[in-house]
């Protein structure tokens, strides 16, 4: 059973940054879709970016692409989202995610909420 608890989130000012962490537990091996997924009041859940752990292959949501950065750190099993040039149309929860295997990017977020792993979520507020 993996198990994921976010950090870092919180209330920046539009322009800023802000780096979200993610503590794995669980994960005995590396064939895992790591990613983040943000939920919006009134907007649909939209998967951020992603990252397959053998390979470290990375996809981005077009939103965030050039802005925001994922990486893994396999020696504290950490998950980071680095995130850069912040708008307020980032304000929202931000998940830490797990699924099994490569994951297309497009399907991603889909595998997640039907057979991944998800944690509680952290809040980030990009004031307008």
């Known amino acids: 059973q993996v198990q994921l608890m976010e950090s870092g989130g919180g209330s920046v000012q539009a322009g800023g940054s802000l780096t979200l962490s993610c503590v794995v537990s669980?994960?005995?091996?590396?064939?895992?879709?790591m990613g983040w997924f943000r939920q919006a009041p009134g907007r649909e859940r939209e998967a951020v970016a992603s990252?397959?752990?053998?390979?470290?292959?990375?996809h981005y949501a077009d939103s965030v692409n050039g802005r925001f950065t994922i990486s893994y750190e396999n020696a504290k099993n950490m998950l980071y989202l680095q995130m850069n040039s912040l708008t307020p149309e980032d304000t929202a929860i931000y998940y830490c995610?797990?699924?099994?295997?490569?994951?297309?990017?497009?399907?991603?977020?889909?595998?997640?909420?039907?057979?991944?792993?998800r944690g509680q979520g952290t809040q980030v507020t990009v004031p307008s």
């Open positions: 990252i397959y752990l053998h390979g470290g292959i990375k």
């Open positions: 669980g994960a005995t091996r590396n064939d895992y879709s």
């Open positions: 995610a797990a699924a099994v295997g490569y994951r297309f990017f497009s399907t991603w977020l889909d595998d997640i909420m039907t057979v991944g792993f």
